[in-house]
Structures are given as structure tokens and as C-alpha cells.
């Protein structure tokens, strides 16, 4: 590169009234190298993550001042890779390595890796390490490359045979007698936890691929009443109790009584663990012919102690949706209203009236709480003031029909990217601004797991048999595109509608005929 003939141009506010354009040209009696500081790093914000590591490759100097957190900061936060540098340390995720030829590759071959791209101390002595932003910035673009794809590792687990018979229910068919059929799964660094409808949860070590652990445990079905944190898996079960269990050990820890029926859904964020037992609505609403259970409790996962009872105040107030995230809780009711406690005190912070006739879920963001009704309508409101600072419609698919009685709205938030899955219409995938950025179409789609910009769905034709598709959102051509082959992936075929996904690593049950198997893609 000649750092001689350097040109940058940029456009800058002479002041209120007078807007004009100063250009900056480099001749060829002044060196790149030999301007300020200052000024060299406002010139370097406008380059690409290529330019920069172009301008770095010509001398220690301008490699000093490319090798900047603030500037790939910013580009992290362009691409939408910040998360991978606070929600996620990439920077300390170890790449998985294959012990054996039973690890099969994805179509796209295996997993790649930044191997030249960060430089330490010991690469090369007396440059400059690498800095934090700019590692994550390569790291996680490599692994964003492996994801579309299709680059992995996998990792197969046969649960598929059940030495002791007792376990299996005399109701299950002779077909299915040995079918092991996965209702949970929380993983953790290497560990994988996955409960089942033999009334059994199994631990798992993912590297050497052998059962640490088989816990007799009647565990609720709901997919989120299972979590794990800081090597303590937490299992909501049937009976209505919370037990906690050592993974390393496989020993129970804790058991948490109090609520009437099966734990439905709990968060776990490794020292309060926040629960709520009731049948869970579905598109066509409520089974009247079960008792609701509106209380939501507290609890301390050190000694399992119930620390407080979340209530609306009313009896025949019925809860419709709970989220947790820093220590704030957050429910919807069938009033109509969102109630915000501190999970610390448990003091409730704000009721907020929606004006909404059809409240359906609540959704905790980044100092932000995002209501949204059955018929199609989000509302946004900010924490501190509890000020509504945004309203939107779903820009539901042309042709649908408001009017229908049935055609209702569920929603699922994550990273800043709202789902709203319809009973006839399919799935949409929307910003917060309410700008439509995916849609897919079939009807039977639901939405298991969403991170970062990709979003796990299974979808079914007869209820049974079904398969799983992983969707990238942000890869939509003018925010308006529907799934097409270039954002959309098949996974495989499954039986049930349970999956987990973090940044680096998918689980899934597969169907390979008889004996089934619970499959782990490493894609970092």
C-alpha cells in the first residue's frame, strides 16, 4: 500500500448554517505514519476491517494505531458481533477437537479457525498483542462463516435404549416401548444435560462422549424446565417441586416445595432461580379444565429457600407470560396488565397498563419491556421511566385475515429480534422497529431457540413427524424478503419439538431410524 499517496475524504459541520467538505490529501513530502495520532485514528474509522488489517501490514506504527479496541468495536457493532465480546466470550471458547473418526463433518467439511489472524506476545516478539474488539471481530467471523456453511463437527448420543423396564410406561406402545424421546436439554461447556419421557435425566460429557450420570426424575415436558448454571442443573418436575443436582456429582442438592401444579418454565442465572407451575397456553388458548396457577416465586438456589411469591393482587387474575433477565421480573395478565418486581426485594417496581385488549406475552430487553397482543399489536416501554416509547402492528403477509377468531399471535424475543408465529399464517421475523425482516409461511412452524441473528424452528404436517430448519433473519434483502435458500438451512427430521442452540454448538434429537440419538453440531 502506498501510504504516501494517501487520500481520505470526509464531510464534517463547519458549523450550524454552513455545511461544507474539507478533503485531506497526503502528498508526497507527508507520511501517513508521521500525523498525529489523533488525527490518523479518526481517518481509520472510516476503513473496512480489510483496510485496517491492509494499513496494518505496513509498518509497527500504523499497526498500533489499526490494533484499536474503539475501531473494531464499532465494527463488531455494525455487524451485530458485539455479543460475542460481552454475552459471549469468544475470546476464551476453545475450538472443539475430534478424538476420533466417529466426529463426522458438516457438508460444508469442518469447522475453520482465525489460526494467523490474533497475535500474542509469544508469535511475535516486541509487536503490539492483538486487541480484544479486533479478535473477536475475526473470531467471530469465521464462526459466522461456519454457520452458513454448514462447517461442523458432530457429536452423536445414543439414548435410545432403556436398561431398566420399570422406567417404561405400561401405556407406551411395544413400537415406542425403547424409544427414548428428549422433553429438555441445557448444556454447559462440555456438559449436556437432557431430561426424558422415561422419567430419567441423563449428563453427559460431549468431549469423551460417555453418560456421567442417570438421575431418576419424573421432569415437567415443557422444554423450559430445565436449566443449568455454574455446574448446577435445575429441573422443574411434575410434582410441582424445583430440584437442583451437581452435575460433576450427579448428587441432589436442593428440592424447592411450594407450587400446585408441574413447573412449566424457570431461569436460572446460577444463584436465584425464578419459577412458575401451569398448563401453558397454546394459539388456541388455555385448558380450562386445569386449575390456573398464577404465583410466581423466588427462590435461593444455594439453599433452596423460597425468598418470595410474585402475585397480581387479584384472584381471578391469571398470569399469561413470565420473563426474568437482571434481577427484574416481568409478567403479563389476562388483565391486561405488565407487573415489573425486583427479584431482589421482591417489591413490585411498576404496574404497566397496556391499553391493549388482547395481552398476550411480555419480553425484558437492554432497559426496555415490550408487550405484545394476540392480535398483532407490540408496544415498547423504557424501564427507567416506563415511558411507551414505541407502538407497531405486525406487518403480517397480505391476505390475512384479521377478523378470524383463531388467527392469533405468539411471540418469542432475543437480540433485539421479535418472533410472532401465527396459527394459519407461519412465522415473522421483525426488528424493533417493527420493520419485517423474514417470513416463513408454513403454518405449523415453531420457534425453539433464538441466537444471536439465527433462529431455530420445527415445523410438522401431521403433528408427529417434523423437521427442523435454522433461519438467518438479517441476510433478508430489504428487510422485506421471504426464506429463501440463501436464509434458510434444513437441519433434519425429528420427532419432537426440542432444541438447544448457543453460539457455538446445536443439539438436537435426530431420527437415523431405530435407535435415535441426541446429535451435537460443534460449528466452533
Known sequence: MNCCRWICRMETDASEADHRTFTYQLTDGVNLADLPQELKARIFRHLTATDLCRVALCNRILRETANDDDLWHRLCQSQGWERYGTMSDLCKEPPFKPTSKEHKTGEGGAPTFPVNAVVTGSDWPGLVDTCKWKEVYMKARHLEENWRNERFYTTLFDLSLINDKENVSSSNSDNYAYLQLILNIAVEGDCLVAGSWHRT?????????KRQHLIQLDISEDSEALKMKDGIVAAGCKDGKIRTFSAQTGEQLQVMSGHRLAVSQLFFDGKTIVSVAQKQPSLWGYDDSVDADSDIRVWSAANGASRYVLQSGHEATRLLHL????????????????????????????????????LTSCHLGDSIVIGASKDFIVKIWELQSWECIKTFDVPLHRGIQLS???????????????IAVTLHNGLYILNLNGERLLIDGRGTVQPLSLKGNKLLTWSSEDGWYGGLWLFYPMKSADGKAQG????????????????????????????YGFPTYVSVRHYW
Open 404 to 418: 378470524s377468531p383463531y388467527e392469533q399471535a405468539k411471540y418469542m424475543y432475543s437480540d433485539g429480534l421479535l
Open 484 to 511: 429463501s435458500s440463501k436464509t434458510v438451512q434444513y437441519v433434519g427430521q425429528t420427532h419432537v419439538a426440542c432444541a438447544w442452540m448457543s453460539d457455538t454448538k446445536m443439539v438436537y434429537q435426530g431420527m
Open 201 to 209: 435425566l441423563e449428563v453427559w460429557d460431549m468431549c469423551s462422549k
Open 323 to 358: 420473563d426474568y433477565k437482571e434481577k427484574i421480573v416481568a409478567g403479563a395478565y389476562n388483565d391486561n396488565i405488565i407487573r415489573i418486581w425486583d427479584a431482589r426485594s421482591g417489591s413490585c417496581m411498576q404496574d404497566i397498563a397496556c391499553g391493549m385488549n388482547k
